[in-house]
């Protein structure tokens, strides 16, 4: 019996949404062992050690390790520093803002992905979107420039600063890896960027590796487990669900963030940082509309 035509676009709703908050829940989980004095090297290098380990064994287990294959070396490499880029960038600045705060500049990674398609793979880009992308940019200034300079916290710039910066880098890792779609499988991609990362995180890890206790541990596991789930979940949804359905989704993680920050940590988010993710959501959504009509033209 075949499902209802409903059927598949529910399916990818409450998948996507699932998604979303197994990666709000990791980016809290991150924020937590930052606090308790866990490097972020020593976090990131054991969490990609675990994903890599884990793809190793399934596919040789499953006898198709052939789907690790690189084709693009120079292509993986740029995706990969971008991809390293983007957590150590982002997680840096949850030690320096709340994690709605960090959340919301980190949406303005829509508007910087639709500027480097236009550079890097010549995408054309209409009036209506440039409109959508260059209110999203000023949502951008409402939400941080209240909270970087006007409450006399030193360290919220450099937090506002680190968290814009990892939004430019997920967007060049998004880019890149639509580029690289022809040519590499996603669990390739997946593979080789956590393998870089890892890299990277071993260079500093003599510097700062702490012997981790059980607890620590087994949370390090739970970051890692919740990583790959949620970006799985997510590769899912848009699998079985249309983008222009699921996309606007990934924007629910601005409701969970904030329970977060007002149960875990007492810190209800500012006004001006929820002024600025009403004026980004609402140009990401209308950025998305005005993409989905181009591409149905």
């Keep these: ?119 890097w793979l010549g995408e054309r880009v209409g009036r209506w979107r440039w409109i959508g992308i260059g209110a999203g940019y000023v949502g951008v200034l409402v939400a941080v420039l209240p909270g970087a300079f006007g409450s006399g916290d030193a360290g919220s710039a450099t937090g506002y600063l680190l968290a814009g910066l990892a939004s430019i880098a997920i967007s060049g890792y998004f880019v890149a890896g639509k580029r690289l779609s022809a040519t590499e499988s996603p669990l390739s991609l ?38 790959v789930a949620g970006q799985w979940l997510l590769t899912y949804a848009y699998s079985i669900g249309d983008a222009s359905l699921v996309a606007p989704l990934e924007y629910t993680s601005l409701l969970w963030v904030i329970l977060l920050d007002v149960i875990v940590w007492h810190a209800p988010p500012a006004g001006n940082t929820l002024a600025g993710a009403g004026i980004i959501v609402a140009s990401s959504l209308f950025v998305m509309y005005r993409e989905h009509r181009a591409a149905r033209r």
């Design 1 to 119: 019996m075949n499902d209802p035509p409903a059927a598949p676009a529910n399916r990818a709703v409450l998948v996507m949404l699932l998604g979303v908050l197994l990666l709000t829940i990791m980016d809290a989980l991150a924020k937590r062992l930052l606090e308790g004095d866990v490097s972020l090297a020593q976090i990131m290098f054991l969490r990609s050690v675990l994903i890599c380990a884990s793809l190793q064994l399934l596919l040789r287990a499953r006898g198709d390790i052939a789907r690790l294959r690189i084709v693009d070396r120079r292509g993986q490499l740029v995706r990969g520093l971008f991809g390293a880029a983007a957590p150590l960038l982002f997680f840096s600045a949850l030690t320096r803002l709340p994690l709605t705060a960090a959340t919301v500049v980190g949406y303005a990674a829509t508007f910087t992905t639709v500027l480097l398609s236009v550079w």
């Design 190 to 227: 997946v593979n080789t960027y956590n393998a870089m990362l890892g890299l990277i995180c071993l260079v500093a890890l003599p510097f700062v590796w702490q012997v981790p206790d059980t607890t620590t541990l087994a949370l390090i596991g739970a970051f890692a487990l919740l990583a």
